[in-house]
């Protein structure tokens, strides 16, 4: 039955403490699992490893003081973390390492502080509002929370943070917004650019304030219409008066009906715009997301740099579907059922960067789909049905860095397919069905840097393929079924290799002969792993995770006991066998003081501070049994 469960409420239960792995064993197919208002105080590295599959992780309204390395290590899907309501002051420097997907961490109504920190960015976040004293940092000076969903501000959000110089809530869904508090006496410049300001006698005090304390107001009015474009900086307090209801649909019904005047000049605040479609002036940004086009919209300003078409029914792209828009930078398509581009189909974007097809139906791409855009540096084309590597079309974008295609269905790379883009940087192909990789199949990438080839059908580590691209940095064989890598397997990156993946791939041996010592991150958890190989030369390395391997705990494991009694590191290993050392940290164990070469480790220390809180550990955890 557990197979099955997709979300867990554990609430109100009064859990104490979560530290043992196998608390979730039989539930890898959960999705979701709420555990608020309990009393936890701690979270253990790999509580949560065997929930690969969750996307939202709530535990509020507990007692979390702080957040150890890896605490959340394993959870592959997470999309949204909840902390909020705790009582946490720290969080390890590797608290959320391995969470490639989180997409939304909440952390409000905690004790955390700052108090060094000068610069914030908090852009891009779907948070609505900002309470009373909700940014507390002495020493903060910048604070960017642009392009977010705010709709109200409390006057005193900001008011314990002093030296506050510029806070950025550009676009934004903000009406209007009171003084703020005399504790941000610093405050020099208000950005709210892109905000539908309505400029009548609500706003009267902001300006008033503005003038009386020399802020800068950045943006428009976006109303009511006499004053609509008009820049903050230039409206007077006088002018800002609040009408009678009477007096204001009287208004809207005169400039509804009043007869237009000759065609004139567009005034400067005014801006061309297809159909359903909406477009800023003062962003050149232009968006027709999920309008229910069938053909793409054209009459664009020609000085518009981001175009959203995201979410229509186009099928096809045809030639020239996008004149006049030469300054576009970033297009987004996706989501449009997109069958076929056909050639030409961009020609004249010249300015073109970013091209987002994501999510379509393109099983094959035109040879010529890309003239004409000769600046396309990041190409998106994951999510589609490509069983091929569309081979051959990238011969005419000679400034490609970055090229994703997970999530595809494409099962073999054949030699030189990226032939055209030999400048390519970043490659991904995670989620493909790839069997086989042509040891000539990377010839042309020598600027390679970032390989992800994970979730595939490999068996066996592409060395000779790898060897074509010697320049990569980071490589990603999570999820591949290779039981065993052989010697030198990765002997022609030996100087470049910084990040290697090699996560839940059953791996039986390993052996890490080849790779140079600059590797800085090494991960091998979820994996059938006995033993380990040496990583005595291996100077560099910052981060390791051995989690979840049935490691032995007997003499042959002497080296990598011995290895971590010298580094500086906090290694993830426990043992597995025997059977009566099960669960405890290799690190911990006493058995290989009885091994030769053995004699001189140490016993892990204790001080009063960690026996105090392993004491009241043991008593919390022990109260829940």
């Known amino acids: 039955m557990t197979d099955f469960l997709c ?33 936890v105080e701690e979270i253990q590295p790999g509580a949560f490893s065997q929930l690969g599959f969750l996307n939202f992780l709530s535990i509020t309204h507990n007692q979390l003081v702080y957040i150890a390395n890896l605490a959340f290590q394993g959870l592959q899907n997470i999309k949204w973390l909840c902390l909020s309501h705790n009582s946490l002051n720290y969080l390890d420097t590797e608290a959320f390492a391995g969470l490639f997907t989180l997409t939304r961490l909440s952390l409000d109504h905690n004790e955390l502080q700052c108090d060094e920190m000068t610069r914030l960015d908090l852009s891009y976040n779907p948070m609505t509002y900002l309470g009373e004293e909700a940014v507390s940092m002495a020493k903060l000076t910048h604070l960017f929370l642009d392009h977010m969903s705010l709709q109200d501000l409390a006057n005193t959000a900001v008011s314990k943070s002093p030296n506050l110089i510029r806070l950025d809530i550009s676009h934004n869904q903000l009406h209007v917004i009171q003084p703020f508090f005399e504790g941000s006496s610093k405050l020099a410049r208000l950005n709210l650019a892109g905000n539908p300001i309505h400029c009548n006698c609500y706003l009267r005090p902001l300006r008033e304030w503005a003038i009386r304390h020399k802020v800068k107001l950045m943006g428009t009015c976006g109303g009511p219409v006499h004053l609509s474009g008009e ?7 006088k002018e800002l008066r609040c009408q009678s209801q009477e007096a204001m649909l009287k208004a809207e019904f005169e400039e509804a009906t009043r007869i237009p005047p000759p065609p004139t000049k567009e005034p400067g605040n005014k801006i061309r715009c297809p159909a359903n479609c909406v477009c800023e002036k003062e962003t050149y940004h232009s968006s027709c997301e ?29 030639s020239n579907s996008f004149p006049g828009v030469a300054q576009v930078v970033s297009l987004h398509l996706q989501r449009c059922k997109i069958v076929e581009v056909e050639g030409r189909a961009f020609r004249g974007m010249k300015g073109l960067v970013y091209l987002y097809l994501s999510e379509n139906e393109l099983t094959s791409l035109n040879p010529d789909a890309f003239i004409g855009i000769p600046q396309l540096t990041y190409l998106h084309l994951e999510k589609n049905h490509f069983v091929n590597f569309p081979k051959g079309s990238f011969k005419l974008v000679p400034s490609l860095l970055t090229l994703h295609l997970e999530n595809n269905a494409i099962t073999m790379l054949e030699p030189g397919i990226l032939t055209g883009s030999e400048g390519l940087r970043a490659l991904y192909l995670t989620g493909n069905a790839i069997e086989h990789m042509s040891p000539r199949s990377l010839d042309q990438a020598r600027d390679l840097e970032t390989f992800h080839v994970g979730g595939n059908k490999l068996k066996e580590v592409p060395t000779e393929a790898l060897s074509r691209a010697g320049n990569i940095k980071d490589l990603r064989l999570s999820g591949n079924s290779i039981r065993w890598v052989g010697p030198n397997a990765f002997k022609p990156l030996e100087r470049s290799l910084k990040e290697l993946y090699l996560n839940t791939m059953g791996l039986e041996k390993n052996s890490l002969a080849g790779v140079g010592p600059g590797l800085r991150s090494l991960f091998l958890e979820g994996n059938l792993l006995e033993e380990v190989p040496d990583f005595h030369l291996l100077t560099t390395l910052e981060v390791i995770n051995l989690a979840d391997n049935p490691l032995m705990c007997d003499c042959p494991l002497l080296p990598l006991r011995m290895w971590i009694e010298k580094v500086n590191l906090k290694v993830r290993a426990t043992c597995s066998n025997p059977p009566e050392l099960r669960g405890q940290r290799v690190k911990d164990v006493h058995i290989f003081k009885a091994c030769p070469g053995g004699e001189s480790l140490q016993s892990p220390p204790t001080s009063i501070l960690n026996l105090a809180k392993t004491t009241k550990l043991k008593q919390t955890c022990g109260a829940v049994l």
């Open 231 to 237: 820049s903050l900086e230039a409206v007077y307090p």
């Open 290 to 318: 999920n309008r229910g086009h069938t053909k793409v919209p054209q009459g664009f300003a020609p000085d518009t740099s981001l175009l959203d078409l995201r979410g229509n029914h186009f099928h096809y792209i045809p």
């Open 7 to 39: 979300r867990l409420l554990l609430i109100n239960f009064f859990l104490l403490c979560f530290g043992v792995q196998e608390s979730f064993d039989g539930l890898t197919s959960l999705k979701q699992l709420l555990i608020d208002r309990n009393r």
